[in-house]
């Protein structure tokens, strides 16, 4: 079954550090992937996808995201991290042949100041 | 931008209530979804429609029902309220099918004693 896994519950960083979150999926095909950022007490907005193409995706902020078919991963980046990116990221995983979303459980991140 | 409202904000009801979640969308956008938040399961879709008078199940569907009365206005029914529906409630719209970029309502925190 097609699936989203985020292993890192919680992480914690230093402002002005660098930053990965994880992402691996499970689909045959190529998927439809995304980030989604949710700030306290908000709905989720979207910070990047990717479908195809150059794999290494710009998007809002300064975060990118790297797909790796290869490691069936599509980790989220930053260079520098402000402590206003304190939120909960969500990676989701579209299939191509379907009308849904498949989310992962979340990472929370908190910037340390 | 996409603009999803939601209301209530909050909602407390007892076991066995009825329960109505109410979400509009203005883009004129053909999907919305219905989605619940759990922790250590991230985002659940319940049910999803592509059109007015249109209802597709989702993944987690019991105990809910859905009616998509314009291409505007998307609800959410739960006629036996069970404490197992505590949970928080984010309505979606997109353009197209799931690998368009979904935006998101500011969510409904659901209390049910």
């Known amino acids: 079954a097609q699936s989203v896994t985020q292993p890192d519950a919680r992480v914690t960083v230093s402002e002005g550090a660098s930053l990965q979150l994880r992402c691996k999926y499970s689909?045959?095909?190529?998927?439809?992937l995304f980030w989604y950022v949710q700030y306290p007490r908000q709905g989720l907005q979207l910070l990047l996808k990717y479908y195809s193409g150059d794999p290494v995706v710009q998007g809002v902020n300064s975060f990118e995201a790297e797909f790796s078919k290869s490691n069936s991963s599509f980790h989220l980046q930053k260079a520098s991290v402000h402590w206003s990116d304190s939120a909960v990221y969500f990676c989701?995983?579209?299939?191509?042949?379907?009308?849904?979303?498949?989310f992962g459980t979340g990472t929370r991140l908190q910037v340390l100041p | 931008e996409a603009a999803v409202t939601q209301s209530p904000r909050n909602k407390v009801t007892v076991t066995g209530g009825n329960v109505t979640l109410s979400c509009r969308q203005t883009?004129?956008?053909?999907?919305m979804y219905w989605y619940r938040q759990d922790t250590g399961h991230g985002l659940r879709l319940i049910h999803y429609s592509y059109g007015a008078g249109n209802l597709q199940i989702g993944d987690v569907p019991d105990g809910y029902k859905a009616t998509r009365t314009t291409q505007e206005d998307f609800f959410l029914l739960l006629e036996l309220a069970s404490p197992s529906q505590t949970s928080l409630y984010f309505c979606?719209?997109?353009?197209?099918?799931?690998?368009?970029?979904?935006?998101f309502g500011p969510g409904t925190r659901l209390l049910v004693l």
């Open positions: 689909y045959s095909a190529t998927p439809y």
């Open positions: 979606a719209s997109s353009e197209d099918w799931g690998g368009d970029t979904q935006y």
């Open positions: 989701a995983l579209s299939m191509s042949n379907t009308n849904k979303v498949v």
């Open positions: 883009n004129s956008h053909n999907y």
